[in-house]
């Protein structure tokens, strides 16, 4: 039998210093007005301000919407969709972080579809109109989500994150465009950087994982290690968030078509019942996933070790070790923080472990992860996290 793998990704991608202009000339093919949907930093930062400005150019018309102050809801989604059916726009152009682009990846869905988003989860309806353009312009290096086909949306009635997956959420145009990463705060660029190494990894470690995929996970594994302390301890070294957002877009490129596993399964239901941001509730779960799986990922963590030393001389089982210590390393060197250090109450938390499994196990994402847990070993996964210490001694090979 012939394995045909699929591979999918925007219509354009525009990357690298400057492209941010050329988001008029893109609209310009795809419409006449725009709802821009942002957030509160973009628009003090000017943001907002230099896109309606390019657009203008090429006579393109603006509404804005920035509603997005956290990680996205069906809230954000309601309203900005209400706004862009008020206002007669025929395009949509998201400008900030995973939130706004995931908020724009159901709206641009949603203008020409039926339903409540969440009817789309899980593929129990699937979309049957094509949406309405989207061009996605990201301002981290972490998510990818401008470049993937999910959107995650927390439904607010239930605080449950739900994941949609439909070629249909793909936005028509990337613009990756790093100078618009510079603003990115310390903090936000350890948290975003580590998400998308996890996208990376996730995507390499995969059962779903193929030969496109691997290439671009691994090229992002390599670009983030080179990179990420860099633009930690030097925020306006354009050259290294160059590097650490072409990353973050093949990263997101290598995820979506190759899906992610246990880190982001067991993320969701963090985010949604305790608000921690995506990118941090990722990185504190990476490592202890890593060594939870690592007995049956040995030659491909191997692989990933390789990335961080020179040496021959250890064997892949030395090697897989070296690349979850080094893993482990880096968070602590970054400042990410574990659940206790958020100030997250331990026996509220405590309390939610057993709906939390439940919700990682149904999202589908363990499924796809080398090692696969049962929900209690996902229990006990979250109990080890709460108190989990990043610090490890490392030996030079």
Known sequence: MVNINVFRAPQVVLYGSGSFHRVATEAAQRGKKALIVSDPIMESLGNINQCIEYLLDEQIQAEIYTGVISEPTDVYVKESLSLFQKSKCDLIISLGGGSCIDTVKAVAVLATNSGYIGDYMGGDKQVEQLPVPHIAIPTTAGTGSEVTDVTVITNTQNEEKMMIK?????????????????????????????DALSHAIEAYLSKRAQPMTDSLALSAIELIVSNIKTVYEEPTHLAAREAMSTASMYAGMAFSNASVCLVHGMSRPIGALFHVAHGESNAMLLPAVLEFSKDSCVERLATIGRIFTKSQSLSDSEMADLAVKQIKSLCYELGIPNMKDLGIEQQTYLKNIERMATDAIRSGSPANNPRVPSKKEIEELYQLIYNYQFATQITSP
Do not use: N, W, Y
């Open 166 to 194: 439909q070629p249909s959420f793909m936005p028509s145009v990337a613009i990756v465009d790093p100078v618009l990463t510079l603003s990115s705060p310390k903090k936000v660029t350890a948290a975003t950087g580590i």
